[in-house]
């Protein structure tokens, strides 16, 4: 193939229509960043020159899902663009049934709302935030059973997203009449966008059905950790992604995802599940809060845009393109003798802020700190995922560039390289910093801080 002949990666599309970017001055950053409580979170998009805060509902949609959408129909019940998407979410799980969501919170707060007790347990491979956020909220607990390699930012291991079997069996034995359901996460977010490999999802089946529980999978990430099975996993070399896909999602009983993802759409997910009894529960709780169960929450035109997201991210040229880029950028930081999170993940590169930042303390929030200076030196958001996001549970403390999908080209991504190297120059001199207010959930939004001087 043309793309494995030259080390320039070539994006797998041509641009149509084009944002123009904003160029701010250093005293108009610096300005922003008081005014926000040093939280990025808060800044205006028009404040941003390059934004990496996050690959969810960020991504650019094709001239196919753009006609999609003009044939959205707007019906409140039984829609003709409700059966597209459910017919396409039916033949990519293999599960009877689906329910549409406004995005993958809310199939998260269903699930556990109908399918959670108080004092219940949650093992997962690791939660991601708004994860463990929904099983709190419900009073239960959220465990992480990461595999040994994922304690090792610098292990190299193929896939550092599996789940502990071992331990999670251990936890089953005795603690089984606690625990309803296991959580796997796909790719594994909270650790690098680490790969869960498929023969650990054949395992913690195995395991789930030893005990009598079921499996859940989040397929937010579901192509790219497909993409790495081929790539990575033995006996799986030039499989094609459908057919790795249907492998996977064969060993759950229900998914919650975001299309906001691997949906390659602005807004929406949903909830597809095997039980009958719970499939009723739920759709009696959508009702409630989020809408009718043939939209969701969602415009017909949504839940087109979404089902041809859900064809279009298992092309692997797009998946290839998605894959290099991350790794490129991981490759510059390395040369630069920038930490990352090795190897690199599928959506986004993870700077180890515990490791460029030595002399700062846990308490003084290193990974705010580098955030902060991202933005302050070239207009470039990112997103902490350490001691703030997670408190004393954070494993890392790290700055998540994620990449956006279909949005940037090369010259950005170098642009990103560049400023990298050049906060890595002054690392040594950036200040921690202090909460000054925080709420009681999910900190990392809205939180305020403000810098430590030394």
Known sequence: MIHDEWRTIIEPFRIKSVEPLHFTTQDERDRALERTGFNVFGLSAAEVLIDLLTDSGTGAMSVEQWAAIQRGDESYAGSSSYERFASVVHDLTGLPHVIPVHQG???ERILFAEALQPGQIVPSNTHFDTTRANIEYDRA????????????????????????????DALLAAEHERIPLVFLTVTNNTIGGQPVSMANVRAV?????????PLFIDAARFAENCWFIIQREDGYAGAEPADVAHELFAFADGVTMSAKKDGLANIGGFLAL?????A????????????????????GRDLEAIAQGLVEVLDADYLRYRVRTAEYLAQRCWDAGVTTVRPAGGHAVYLDAGAMLPHLRRDEFPAQSLTIELYRR?????????????????????????????????????????????????AAKLPGYRITWEPPFLRHFTARFEPIER
């Open 205 to 213: 089946r195995k395991v789930c059905d030893r005990y009598g529980k």
């Open 105 to 107: 919170r809310a199939a």
């Open 141 to 168: 607990v959220a465990v992480d059973l990461p595999c040994p390699e994922a304690a090792d930012t610098q292990n190299e291991a193929p896939f550092k997203g599996d789940l502990d079997v071992d331990r999670l």
């Open 280 to 299: 009723a529960r739920c759709r009696n709780n959508l009702i409630l809060t989020e809408g009718f169960p043939t939209y969701g929450g969602l415009a």
């Open 378 to 426: 070239a207009g470039i958001r990112g997103v902490e995922v350490g001691s703030v996001m997670f408190g004393p549970a954070a494993q890392h403390e790290l700055v998540r560039l994620a990449l956006p999908r279909r949005v940037y080209t090369q010259s950005h991504v170098d642009f990103v390289a560049e400023v990298i190297e050049s906060v890595a120059v002054d």
């Open 274 to 278: 095997k039980d009958d009894e719970l």
